[in-house]
């Protein structure tokens, strides 16, 4: 809907951690969409607790809400799920079920999961889409617009987002981190960007930390020779100088803070306190 990549994708659980703020715009409308971390119900650590503060304090100035779920998946009550990411706005806000993925299942299996979301779930619509390919977006964008209230535009029409270019190059490099890496490590980094310099007269400098909680962790990271962190730090920079259409120089270095997913105090530093915090 907003026309480029704001949020970081991958195929694992929890890679969303911020509330993402994206803006669409056209000549008659402007959305103010919040991409959410996903609703967290078995919480490991205090920034698993944060990260919902987070959904639950999006919810409030909400028009609507939308739920996307996974077309591949056998369907399974939203109840719980909604109580958790909004808790008792579910029963004041309109709600629509977005039906991910349609593009990898049969016409008639897709028929049955609406079927199955409308009789069984409490939502006021369900609209299959296939994001990918574009596919029912703009069905989506048509039930969204339905439910916005008449005023002025809130920001500029030529931005699409808030948040600083720091905050996306930090995310770039943690999608990569999750893309690259298994098990608990994506889930133990933190990435903050320590330095970011403009220079006229040649590329960008972009100084990153990644900050985990074990030296085993780090050593993970860094991999034999330095290898494993070199190709990280290839591909985030090749998709930063596209989000950014200029050329960097990106150095990583990685450090170890222990616990910090469990410290309130350096959580908010990084930003999960509600506002993004540019370091």
């Not at 299942?105 to 409308?118: C, M, R, S, T, V």
């Amino acid at each position: 809907m907003i026309g480029q990549k704001l949020s970081i994708v991958t195929e694992k659980p929890q890679t969303t951690r911020h509330r993402i703020l994206g803006i669409c715009s056209g000549p008659e409308y402007q959305m103010i969409l919040y991409d959410t971390p996903g609703v967290i119900e078995k919480k490991m650590h205090k920034l698993d607790s944060m990260m919902m503060q987070n959904v639950r304090s999006a919810a409030i100035n909400a028009d609507c809400v939308l739920m996307v779920v996974d077309a591949c998946k056998v369907p399974q009550k939203i109840d719980d799920v909604l109580e958790e990411g909004v808790g008792s706005l579910k029963d004041k806000l309109p709600i629509l079920l977005v039906l991910n993925k349609k593009d990898l299942i049969k016409p008639g299996e897709i028929a049955k999961k609406l079927q199955w979301y409308e009789k069984f779930t409490d939502v006021d619509e369900v609209i299959p889409i296939s994001a990918k390919y574009g596919q029912g977006v703009d069905d989506v964008k048509d039930w969204i617009l339905s439910k916005l209230p008449f005023g002025p535009a809130y920001y500029p029409k030529d931005i699409t987002s808030e948040h600083p270019e720091r905050f996306f190059v930090a995310e770039i490099v943690r999608e990569k981190i999750f893309m690259q890496y298994r098990n608990e490590v994506p889930y133990a980094c933190q990435v903050n960007v320590v330095k970011y310099m403009s220079r006229p007269t040649s590329k960008d400098f972009i100084q990153v930390e990644i900050i985990v909680e074990k030296n085993s962790q780090k050593i993970i990271l860094i991999g034999k020779e330095g290898k494993a962190l070199k190709v990280l730090a290839t591909a985030a920079r090749l998709d930063i100088e596209d989000f950014l259409q200029k050329k960097v120089y990106l150095e990583v270095e990685v450090k170890v803070k222990e616990n910090w997913r469990q410290d309130e105090g350096l959580l908010k530093y990084y930003g999960y306190g509600g506002q993004i915090q540019v370091l």
